[in-house]
């Protein structure tokens, strides 16, 4: 349609990467334009949102009574539908704002697993953001695209999306999904774990922040044998005396403490790489396999990886922004995918 067409000249086609960890959003022409955590601080008798992204984040584990901080997408599906929506309300008009009166078109990507139920929701708030079409891409599909992955090829390729609530692993071929698994484990899995941790061997609460900090600085999956072992100071409070306490815990009991959950990982890997045709898996051992998501980024992961399965792995470049580059790349080359498969 002629108005369609205009329409799009103005607009700013959107795509949406609606992580539990972080929410991302790239603009046509323009790049990735947000990039905020998925939090919404919310007053807790009215449920009203006081704050999102960023500014709600810095609340978590700091909020004063009557205000709680949420993440609505914990574990990769919707927690809680209102605030999602608002959340998605939010980012969308922050972007959108900037150009005025303009429908655009989005493009959200969503987890593997997600229900009709929940794919309604994530319709809604975005027509109520003011989207004038919407497209949902499955977000390994995207993190492939993003990536650079040939996926439009008669030939198998392997991609393991490793998020803050989700680990998805799908097998792709001419641009679409063959197979694909998905368990509720991500990132924030080995944060948790390590606060089970420490609480429970060393009788020391500490937060989510100082978790993920941890993690980040000296996380690792695989322990090379010539390098230094690390250590670091852990600041929390003592479950028994209620004082602030320094522990100092190393790289090598880290690793230790991490091996449930990477085990859960390497289990989905090596159960998705058993229900492969073998002409694919062939493939895919020729190509090596693909990782994307913030959750690849604990070191030696895809060392690990590879060491398990026998398989090549190599990292995406920018693992963190596969997914909505992916989305954004999808609005670009539209044509070549049959698009009514997304227009939900
Ligand atoms: N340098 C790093 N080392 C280890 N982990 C990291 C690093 N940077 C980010 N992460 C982890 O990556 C995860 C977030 O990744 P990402 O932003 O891809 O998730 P998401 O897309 O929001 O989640 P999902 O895909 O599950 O909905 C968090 O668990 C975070 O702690
Ligand atoms: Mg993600």
Redesign the pocket.
């Given at each position: 349609m002629i108005i369609d067409k205009i329409l799009g000249f103005f607009s700013s086609d959107m795509g949406i990467?609606l992580?539990?960890?972080?929410t991302l959003i790239h603009v046509k022409g323009e790049g990735i334009v947000l990039c905020e955590p998925?939090v919404v601080a919310v007053h807790v008798g009215s449920r009203k949102a006081l704050a999102v992204g960023t500014e709600a984040k810095r609340m978590l584990g700091r909020t004063p009574k009557d205000i709680i901080a949420i993440r609505p997408?914990r574990d990769?599906v919707i927690a809680d539908f209102d605030i999602v929506e608002e959340m998605i309300r939010y980012f969308i008009k922050k972007v959108h704002n900037r150009k005025l009166f303009v429908r655009p078109r989005v493009v959200i990507g969503i987890?593997t697993g997600i229900t009709e139920v929940e794919k309604r929701a994530v319709k809604e708030s975005a027509e109520q953001a003011g989207a004038r079409e919407i497209f949902l891409i499955e977000?390994s599909l995207a993190a492939a695209i993003g990536a650079n992955v040939p996926i439009q090829e008669p030939a198998g390729n392997m991609v393991i999306?490793?998020?803050?609530?989700?680990t998805e692993v799908s097998v792709i071929s001419l641009g679409g999904m063959v197979i694909s698994n998905s368990i509720r484990i991500?990132?924030?899995e080995?944060?948790e774990t390590l606060i089970q941790y420490v609480k429970k061997v060393y009788g020391l609460i500490i937060g989510e922040r100082t978790s993920?900090d941890v993690?980040?600085k000296i996380?690792n999956a695989y322990l090379e044998k010539h390098k230094k072992v690390e250590t670091i100071e852990i600041r929390g409070r003592d479950a028994a005396t209620g004082l602030p306490r320094i522990l100092e815990m190393d790289s090598v009991e880290i690793k230790e403490c991490f091996n449930d959950p990477l085990e859960q990982i390497l289990d989905v890997v090596r159960e998705t790489l058993d229900q492969t045709p073998p002409e694919l898996a062939a493939d895919i051992v020729e190509r090596g396999i693909v990782m994307t998501?913030?959750?690849s980024?604990?070191?030696g992961l895809p060392k690990f990886i590879a060491r398990e399965t026998g398989v090549p792995v190599v990292l995406a470049e920018n693992?963190?922004n596969c997914?909505v580059l992916g989305t954004g790349k999808f609005l670009e080359e539209m044509s070549k995918f049959n698009t009514n498969v997304f227009r939900q």
């Open positions: 990467d992580g539990t960890a972080n998925s997408m990769g987890p977000e999306d490793i998020g803050g609530g989700t991500g990132g924030n080995f944060d993920e993690k980040i996380g998501g913030g959750g980024l604990l070191k693992p963190l997914v």
